[in-house]
């Protein structure tokens, strides 16, 4: 039985590259204050909820809001949260 030819693959070579790499700006930690503004709106938002589900009649500003506690609670979380995307 005859032997097949092998053949030969041409070796890959990268094309050029035509762009000039750029640097990133270096950047350091975040300051330790903006770490405790963001845990804290997140505590601060879960302490809302829990003393509006706790404690909501007695306190008269509570119970004018009625649900809209929900969303005051969630949105002091949210924007904790939302600080993390830019915590180093």
């Not at 000039?20 to 975040?30: E, I």
């Not at 007695?58 to 600080?83: E, Q, R, S």
């Amino acid at each position: 039985m005859p032997k097949s030819k092998v053949r030969k693959k041409t070796v890959y070579t990268p094309p050029p590259d035509r762009r000039t790499p750029v640097r990133a700006k270096a950047v350091g930690p975040s300051h330790p204050v903006y770490v405790t503004v963001m845990l804290g709106l997140m505590l601060l938002g879960l302490a809302w909820l829990v003393v509006y589900y706790l404690a909501s009649d007695k306190i008269g500003f509570m119970a004018d809001l009625g649900g809209w506690n929900f969303a005051v609670g969630f949105a002091l979380m949210i924007t904790g949260l939302l600080m993390t995307m830019r915590w180093r």
